[in-house]
């Protein structure tokens, strides 16, 4: 494990047990109605959600499939363990680097992530990963936040990004729309009603 990798699961282990309680505000105006959104997206029988964190998206999960979750954070994947005990939810969860999944190719029907790719240390890597794990014809489903289209705020994002990565482990300056168009997915949407800086994202393989 390289010790970029290493660092960003400290940062999340650390900010574990505060995550939902700092996102509480952002997540009730901006997050959950996003959410929605991805998940009324996300199709087929079995879904595979990476970086689940503490389980924010368990309440979207269809009823009718199979899920499988992953995440590299220990602390972060333990808040998800006691989510599901909580809620009674039936999601296999499993400690894993996205950079390195364990399946199979063409695996799943669906791969989710919200908020994931603005800390994976190698997206590109990562989004193969995602691309090989998923189904001929199947989806990747991205919510994120990107690096502005605007110059100056792209500046602005670009220079603060250090100190963002050390308080809370994520980039605020990816370009995680290029970043998927470069992986061979046979066809790339942005829904329209995306913003210049939070994007969902659907590419289809
Ligand atoms: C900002 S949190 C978002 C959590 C959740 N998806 C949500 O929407 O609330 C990012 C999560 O991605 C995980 N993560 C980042 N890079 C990862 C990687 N390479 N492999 C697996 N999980 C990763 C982090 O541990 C963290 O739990």
């Known amino acids: 494990m390289s010790d970029t990798t290493n660092k960003i699961i400290q940062r999340y282990n650390r900010l574990a047990p505060y995550f939902d309680a700092l996102e509480v505000v952002i997540e009730g105006f901006i997050f959950s109605r996003w959410r929605k959104r991805l998940w009324a997206k996300a199709q087929g029988e079995h879904i595979l959600e990476v970086g689940v964190g503490t389980g924010k998206n368990f309440r979207f999960y269809p009823k009718d499939a199979r899920i499988t979750a992953i995440d590299f954070s220990p602390g972060m994947?333990?808040?998800a363990q006691h989510k599901r005990a909580h809620k009674q939810l039936n999601v296999h969860?499993?400690?894993?680097?996205?950079?390195?999944?364990?399946?199979?190719?063409n695996?799943?029907?669906?791969?989710?992530?919200?908020?994931?790719?603005?800390?994976?240390?190698?997206?590109?890597?990562?989004?193969?990963?995602?691309?090989?794990?998923?189904?001929?014809?199947?989806?990747?489903?991205?919510?994120?936040?990107?690096?502005?289209?605007?110059?100056?705020l792209a500046w602005l994002m670009r220079l603060f990004n250090p100190v963002v990565v050390k308080l809370f482990g994520a980039n605020i300056d990816r370009e995680?729309?290029?970043?998927?168009?470069?992986?061979?997915?046979?066809q790339v949407l942005v829904d329209s009603y995306s913003g210049d800086i939070l994007k969902l994202?659907?590419?289809i393989k």
């Open 93 to 105: 969860l499993d400690l894993m680097d996205v950079e390195r999944l364990y399946y199979a190719d």
């Open 107 to 152: 695996s799943f029907d669906t791969v989710v992530a919200s908020f994931v790719f603005c800390s994976v240390p190698l997206p590109r890597k990562g989004l193969r990963e995602l691309f090989r794990v998923c189904k001929p014809g199947g989806q990747v489903i991205l919510l994120e936040h990107v690096l502005s289209s605007r110059p100056l």
């Open 77 to 79: 994947l333990a808040r």
């Open 201 to 203: 994202i659907q590419a």
């Open 176 to 186: 995680t729309l290029k970043n998927v168009q470069a992986c061979g997915f046979s």
